[in-house]
């Protein structure tokens, strides 16, 4: 967990964890030839067992409310700083075809750090199709890995890609130091308290460890939404140790020509 944590782009997750589990059973196996008096070791490696199956398919598992459907609007969403984010506007404004909003854990979570490494790959795929990216979380940009914002984007911080009034559709300036910028913002931090947010936030979520300085996490989905704001595409992940990946992302890019 240490090494996917410090470098979650080289040791990716995986549903069932085969090599976590594998090594588990090994010294389950250790113990069973070798504890002839089936004492304290034996015990222990069976509490690491149900601990390993309590994490994998409990601890881990991301519960989702009721959430925008395919074929209907997807909603304004509140960020901090009273701004809102709402698809159609986001498009407008940038001429795009579509937009792929992808909402991330954390900082913290390999998974999201992964997810969010491989978003540098499907950049021109968005781009031949003219599709958005925007990313959403509950913590600010600076709390992600720098070189992980700064392969997606560069000169980031300057484009919130947010309006501050929803109805007018008035937004945020399109960078100009950047090819990309009309496509791409800088990542977006949820008002945990704000209008629509409370589908896309799990409340105290964060990692018991992290509590006092992170309390909510986001629960990892990816939509893709037309133009005009509906939705097209949505895979809700259920398990924050495999959200949906680059080439899950890319195959379904399609339907924005539907």
């Known amino acids: 967990m240490a090494l996917r944590y410090l470098k979650a782009e080289t040791f990716a997750g995986d549903l069932r964890e085969p090599g976590a589990f594998s090594g588990v059973l090994f010294g389950l196996a250790i113990v069973l030839l070798t504890d002839t008096d089936r004492g304290l070791p034996i015990y222990l490696s069976l509490c690491n067992l149900f601990i390993l199956l309590v994490y994998l398919y409990h601890l881990s598992a991301v519960g989702h409310p009721r959430t925008p459907a395919v074929d209907t609007q997807f909603p304004a969403i509140a960020l901090v700083g009273d701004k809102k984010w709402q ?128 309390r909510d996490a986001a629960r990892p989905s990816a939509w893709l939404i037309d133009n005009e704001g509906f939705v097209l595409w949505r895979e809700l992940s259920a398990n924050y140790r495999v959200p949906a990946s680059a080439g899950t992302l890319r195959a379904q890019l399609f339907r924005i020509d539907d």
Request: proline share 5%.
């Open 87 to 214: 698809a159609e506007n986001f498009c407008r404004e940038r001429q795009l075809r579509g937009v792929l909003a992808v909402f991330l854990r954390g900082s913290y979570c390999a998974g999201s750090r992964d997810q969010l490494h491989q978003m540098r790959a499907l950049l021109p795929d968005l781009a031949q199709r003219d599709i958005g990216l925007i990313l959403f979380g509950t913590q600010p940009e600076h709390k992600w890995p720098a070189q992980l914002i700064a392969a997606i984007y560069p000169g980031s911080g300057q484009d919130t890609g947010a309006d501050s009034n929803v109805e007018s559709g008035v937004g945020g300036g399109v960078r100009s130091d950047v090819g990309r910028s009309k496509k791409l913002v800088a990542l977006q931090q949820l008002d945990v308290n704000g209008e629509n947010t409370s589908a896309f936030v799990a409340r105290s979520a964060a990692p018991l460890i992290l509590r006092p300085w992170v």
